[in-house]
């Protein structure tokens, strides 16, 4: 049993996902994956497909969820990240990215926004029909190409407010350093140059700036109005192939999806999809029948062993980060560099094989399993306790758990139920951030 992670931990490592998942680009064999090709989706579970021989759009599997103890989503590959993340360590659950890659060998806070001016063509369709919507969006969607001395990746963004900002996947920028160049494909074939800004890889987010570009930002929506079974249209750059849009209907909610590898795991309570999305479509945005963005395409699941040209593709199981998370987190990162992460003060056992997640008998390096003077401590938790139930509903793996965390906000009061020995509890507590 290794170092049980903390409860705002990372989760334990878990086993890999039935079927695998892969980011929006293709990384390389392990984790994480090279810089290259145009943006994918990460996997959310298994091994990274190689990238194709050129640069190419990549992604990234999410991989179907792996064996659980019990009904639901089991934590995606790297799960073992997770078991940090509770108790405020760095770490991420396993999922994949949907950027494409291959490889070589603070500004002024968001206000309201209002729809962008119909594009050539959308006056001649229904309003609220996806051809006007999809004329009115592709304006405002970007193609982002990531080159390093290593290698390449594109993927997909759009435009969050009139300050030149532009949201994408963390995944498609991650390996933008010093020595790398970020260029912004506009609509109309402009290449401008763009500045990394902010990133976060636990939240699979970044905010990219542009400077003379004159985009119309989309209107962003309340992600959580949305009902299984609504109609959905995804815009990006699958296989480099930019302003391609995509259409199908919410197909779940609250989806606990954890892609990424073993440095750079996102948790995500995703919006599960089945518009069509492949490598290259990372970081455009999930719009609803309005024309608002209600979530940033991420991840895609994938049937094991599959691949096509080094990565995977649709099988119409796609994850967005739905636009409540956006939103707090973008403005973060413009406005910082970084996003604040609600973490409870807690290692688990990962070596725990029973119902819900056990709280661990101590953290690395002689830690203690129960952070002093945080939530968990606060709460009355100890080690040993088991968490059974968050908000009334079961929690079965420490990667769904981390998930359900992550999901809310600093200062947000949650409730849990514990377990000790043969007597179960509900507890109260506010949850403190770390960065």
Same mark, same amino acid.
């Given at each position: 049993?290794?170092?049980?992670?903390?409860?705002?931990?990372?989760?334990?490592?878990?086993?890999?996902?039935?079927?695998?998942?892969?980011?929006?680009?293709?990384?390389?064999?392990?984790?994480?994956?090279?810089?290259?090709?145009?943006?994918?989706?990460?996997?959310?579970?298994?091994?990274?497909?190689?990238?194709?021989?050129?640069?190419?759009?990549?992604?990234?599997?999410?991989?179907?969820?792996?064996?659980?103890?019990?009904?639901?989503?089991?934590?995606?590959?790297?799960?073992?990240?997770?078991?940090?993340?509770?108790?405020?360590?760095?770490?991420?659950?396993?999922?994949?990215?949907?950027?494409?890659?291959?490889?070589?060998?603070?500004?002024?806070?968001?206000?309201?926004?209002?729809?962008?001016?119909?594009?050539?063509?959308?006056?001649?369709?229904?309003?609220?029909?996806?051809?006007?919507?999809?004329?009115?969006?592709?304006?405002?969607?970007?193609?982002?190409?990531?080159?390093?001395?290593?290698?390449?990746?594109?993927?997909?963004?759009?435009?969050?407010?009139?300050?030149?900002?532009?949201?994408?996947?963390?995944?498609?920028?991650?390996?933008?350093?010093?020595?790398?160049?970020?260029?912004?494909?506009?609509?109309?074939?402009?290449?401008?140059?763009?500045?990394? @800004?902010?990133? /976060?890889?636990? %939240? =699979?987010?970044?905010? !990219?700036?542009?400077? $003379?570009?004159?985009? +119309?930002?989309? &209107?962003?929506?309340?992600?959580?109005?949305?009902?299984?079974?609504?109609?959905?249209?995804?815009?990006?750059?699958?296989?480099?192939?930019?302003?391609?849009?995509?259409?199908?209907?919410?197909?779940?909610?609250?989806?606990?999806?954890?892609?990424?590898?073993?440095?750079?795991?996102?948790?995500?309570?995703?919006?599960?999809?089945?518009?069509?999305?492949?490598?290259?479509?990372?970081?455009?945005?999930?719009?609803?029948?309005?024309?608002?963005?209600?979530?940033?395409?991420?991840?895609?699941?994938?049937?094991?062993?599959?691949?096509?040209?080094?990565?995977?593709?649709?099988?119409?199981?796609?994850?967005?980060?739905?636009?409540?998370?956006?939103?707090?987190?973008?403005?973060?990162?413009?406005?910082?560099?970084?996003?604040?992460?609600?973490?409870?003060? @807690?290692?688990? /056992?990962?070596? %725990? =094989?029973?119902?819900? !997640?056990?709280?661990? $008998?101590?953290?690395? +390096?002689?830690? &203690?399993?129960?952070?002093?003077?945080?939530?968990?401590?606060?709460?009355?938790?100890?080690?040993?306790?088991?968490?059974?139930?968050?908000?009334?509903?079961?929690?079965?793996?420490?990667?769904?758990?981390?998930?359900?965390?992550?999901?809310?906000?600093?200062?947000?009061?949650?409730?849990?139920?514990?377990?000790?020995?043969?007597?179960?509890?509900?507890?109260?507590?506010?949850?403190?951030?770390?960065?």
């Amino acid at each position: 049993m290794g170092a049980p992670p903390p409860e705002d931990a990372e989760a334990p490592a878990s086993p890999a996902p039935e079927e695998p998942t892969e980011p929006l680009w293709p990384r390389a064999q392990v984790p994480p994956p090279p810089a290259s090709a145009p943006g994918g989706y990460p996997p959310i579970s298994g091994s990274w497909s190689a990238p194709p021989s050129t640069a190419g759009p990549t992604t990234s599997p999410v991989s179907a969820p792996p064996a659980r103890r019990g009904p639901g989503w089991g934590a995606l590959v790297g799960a073992t990240v997770a078991a940090g993340l509770l108790a405020g360590t760095t770490g991420g659950i396993v999922g994949g990215a949907l950027a494409d890659r291959s490889e070589a060998t603070a500004s002024a806070r968001r206000t309201s926004v209002d729809a962008p001016t119909p594009g050539p063509g959308a006056t001649s369709r229904p309003e609220g029909s996806i051809a006007h919507i999809a004329a009115t969006a592709l304006p405002s969607v970007v193609t982002l190409r990531v080159e390093t001395g290593s290698g390449d990746a594109t993927g997909s963004g759009w435009a969050y407010d009139d300050a030149g900002h532009i949201v994408t996947n963390n995944h498609v920028v991650a390996d933008a350093g010093d020595d790398a160049t970020v260029t912004v494909v506009l609509a109309d074939g402009t290449q401008v140059d763009g500045r990394v @800004v902010g990133q /976060d890889a636990s %939240y =699979d987010l970044a905010v !990219v700036a542009v400077e $003379d570009a004159a985009l +119309d930002p989309l &209107p962003l929506g309340r992600s959580a109005q949305v009902v299984v079974g609504d109609q959905v249209i995804a815009v990006g750059a699958p296989l480099g192939l930019d302003s391609t849009v995509t259409s199908g209907i919410v197909s779940a909610l609250d989806r606990p999806v954890t892609p990424g590898g073993d440095e750079d795991q996102s948790f995500i309570n995703a919006i599960q999809t089945d518009a069509a999305i492949n490598p290259g479509n990372s970081g455009g945005p999930l719009l609803d029948m309005a024309g608002d963005v209600i979530g940033v395409n991420s991840a895609i699941a994938q049937l094991p062993g599959s691949s096509l040209g080094g990565q995977s593709g649709n099988i119409g199981v796609g994850f967005a980060i739905p636009s409540d998370q956006v939103a707090t987190t973008v403005e973060q990162l413009i406005e910082t560099g970084r996003a604040e992460h609600p973490v409870i003060g @807690v290692y688990l /056992d990962s070596g %725990y =094989d029973g119902e819900g !997640v056990r709280i661990a $008998d101590g953290g690395p +390096d002689g830690a &203690p399993a129960v952070t002093p003077g945080g939530p968990a401590d606060e709460a009355g938790l100890e080690a040993g306790d088991v968490i059974v139930r968050f908000e009334g509903r079961p929690v079965t793996d420490e990667g769904e758990l981390v998930v359900k965390i992550r999901a809310r906000r600093v200062g947000d009061s949650v409730q849990l139920t514990i377990r000790r020995g043969s007597q179960e509890r509900d507890v109260t507590m506010v949850l403190q951030g770390s960065g």
